[in-house]
């Protein structure tokens, strides 16, 4: 693992995170994931950016990896639930957003109670809430996730699991863990119309979802030919990166949200029109690095701005 070269980077950083979460310098976008079987968005996933000293957007890769190396991915998961509930209130045309939680947070024993107390202060339906645990958090630690799952749904809200199908155990975390939807992952759909081994993967996803009465999203659409076929084989839902950009996304996003955008940020959407792809491809090699054990990013040290990244070592690159 890449770490932070010494202890007054890690102080500068840590301090430059935690002012980052007290004066909301972070935003939130959303993914609208549509229904195959009608129409509508029932649910979107939240992303979250944050600015740097220049107000420019970072992407996942440049900030997640250093939270997560300082064990801040709790606070900032709280911080992200703060934040969507108050749009969630207010009525939104999107009934339901999904959050990633990570797998330091699904170790906190504490978040669950959390998450119920901020449930009851905001009077909004805890079923408006999807929790989504990444399939190589599940991999790492199933009986924490499975007491997270247990709490999170005694509390009223829905668990999901992203990158679903990506390892020869996938099905096995369905036996283990009870929940209300999978993500399947995006090496699959990609996969869909040139490759036997996809189909056969999601067929099977597809009997097992079915007895479990368990809903399943296609992840990292990009093509309208995979949409339709996703949804001839009875795919619930699809998280589109590209297909519907020309139409929905993100030109009727705002009207999606009918006002209610995640942050006042939000409401300027066209910040993320030429950047609706890569914020979607930005997610995956998110994902994919943190699989593999990279947890530090090319940019980093500019989360050290404005204490002066001369004052302290760089942090190390991707490598």
């Known amino acids: 693992m890449a770490t932070l070269e010494s202890a007054g980077a890690e102080a500068l950083a840590r301090e430059r995170l935690e002012h980052a979460l007290a004066a909301d310098e972070l935003v939130l976008f959303c993914q609208p994931i549509r229904a195959l079987a009608g129409a509508g968005y029932p649910m979107a996933e939240v992303l979250v950016r944050m600015r740097d000293e220049e107000k420019a957007l970072l992407p996942p890769g440049e900030f997640l990896p250093v939270f997560e190396e300082l064990g801040m991915m709790p606070q900032l998961d709280r911080w992200v639930l703060r934040h969507v509930l108050p749009h969630l209130r207010r009525g939104c045309r999107i009934p339901s957003f999904t959050i990633n939680l990570s797998g330091q947070t699904l170790g906190d024993e504490s978040f669950p109670g959390f998450v119920a107390a901020q449930l009851e202060a905001s009077g909004v339906p805890p079923e408006s809430l999807v929790f989504e645990f990444d399939e190589a958090d599940l ?75 368990i809903g399943v999203i296609g992840s990292c659409v990009e093509q309208q030919d995979v949409l339709l ?59 994919k690095n943190r699989a593999h054990g990279v947890h530090a990013a090319p940019a980093a040290r500019r989360l050290l701005s404005p204490f002066a990244a001369k004052r302290c070592p760089a942090i190390p690159d991707y490598r």
């Open 229 to 287: 076929r996703l949804k001839a084989l009875g795919v619930g839902y699809a998280a589109a990166i590209s297909v519907d950009r020309r139409r929905q996304h993100p030109e009727q996003a705002r009207d999606l949200l009918a006002g209610a955008a995640l942050d006042h940020e939000l409401e300027d959407l066209d910040l993320a029109r030429a950047q609706a792809l890569q914020r979607g491809r930005d997610h995956l090699i998110y994902q």
């Open 139 to 213: 991999a790492a630690g199933m009986d924490r996730a499975s007491a997270a799952a247990t709490a999170l749904q005694l509390a009223g809200c829905r668990i999901l699991i992203d990158s679903f199908g990506a390892t020869a155990h996938s099905l096995t975390h369905l036996k283990q863990l009870r929940v209300d939807l999978v993500k399947i992952d995006g090496s699959i759909v990609r996969k869909l119309l040139s490759a036997n081994g996809a189909r056969n993967i999601l067929d099977a996803i597809l009997r097992i979802a079915r007895t479990l009465n």
